[in-house]
């Protein structure tokens, strides 16, 4: 079974950019995987930050982005904020009508 | 606006059954897959399945097929989750979720049930 892979953590300071990408354990990933974001707090449900690769959620802030980054999908935040220290999920079609998680970035703001 | 309503927290013992609960309001509940995530204690999001209440299509991850039962009632605007045998491992946190499209994200979430199985 194929494997969507992301890094299990990473710091970005106040105000910095921060890119955190999306793969697979085998092959690349483009747009026809439709890759989504989605952010998760502590004790909440998760929030839906981008889909289709590129295309933000209602009231998401701009500084949030999307990208097909050579084989992988990125999310890149943009002055990073303290409320973004959140988990960072990606999301991949795999097809007839399945889907899987990443395993998750953990984003430290400090 | 669009809701999804989940049933209240469980505790069950191994062996028992458990039906969970998503209610959907504020849309055409049967234009729109529903979805199962798991979270289990301290763990990431797990995709499970996804129903599609107009028809009841039901489509399952690998990893949970044949382990849990993904239906729907289209009359109530509920979907539902559920085990005939529990298991230990089976304690986390459930969500359901709308998505968008068959291929697409999910864009609505539930505000989770726990389910917590312990002799």
């Known amino acids: 079974q194929t494997v969507v892979t992301q890094e299990p953590s990473f710091s970005v300071s106040p105000g910095g950019t921060v890119t955190l990408t999306c793969g697979l354990s085998?092959?690349?990933?483009?747009?026809?995987?439709?890759p989504s974001w989605y952010q998760q707090t502590p004790g909440q449900a998760p929030r839906t930050l981008m889909y289709s690769t590129n295309t933000r959620s209602s009231g998401v802030p701009d500084r949030f982005s999307g990208s097909i980054l050579g084989n992988k999908a990125a999310l890149t935040i943009t002055g990073a904020q303290a409320d973004d220290e959140s988990d960072y999920y990606c999301?991949?079609?795999?097809?007839?009508?399945?889907?899987?998680f990443g395993g998750g970035t953990k984003l430290t703001v400090l | 606006e669009v809701q999804l309503v989940q049933s209240g927290a469980e505790v069950k013992k191994p062996g028992e059954s458990l039906k969970i609960s998503c209610k959907g309001s504020?849309?055409?509940?049967?234009?729109?897959?529903i979805g199962w995530v798991r979270q289990m204690p301290g763990k990431g999001l797990e995709w499970m399945g996804i129903?599609?209440?107009?028809?009841?299509?039901?489509r399952y991850s690998p990893s949970f097929q044949g382990q849990v039962t993904i239906s729907a009632d289209k009359s109530i605007s509920t979907a539902y989750l559920q085990w005939s045998s529990l298991k230990a491992s089976d304690t986390a946190m459930y969500y359901c979720?709308?998505?968008?499209?068959?291929?697409?994200?999910?864009?609505?979430w539930g505000q989770g049930t726990l389910v917590t199985v312990s002799s």
């Open positions: 129903i599609y209440p107009g028809d009841s299509d039901t």
């Open positions: 979720a709308r998505r968008d499209g068959y291929n697409g994200y999910f864009d609505y």
């Open positions: 504020g849309y055409s509940f049967t234009s729109y897959w």
């Open positions: 085998s092959g690349s990933v483009s747009t026809s995987y439709y």
């Open positions: 999301v991949l079609y795999m097809g007839s009508g399945i889907s899987v």
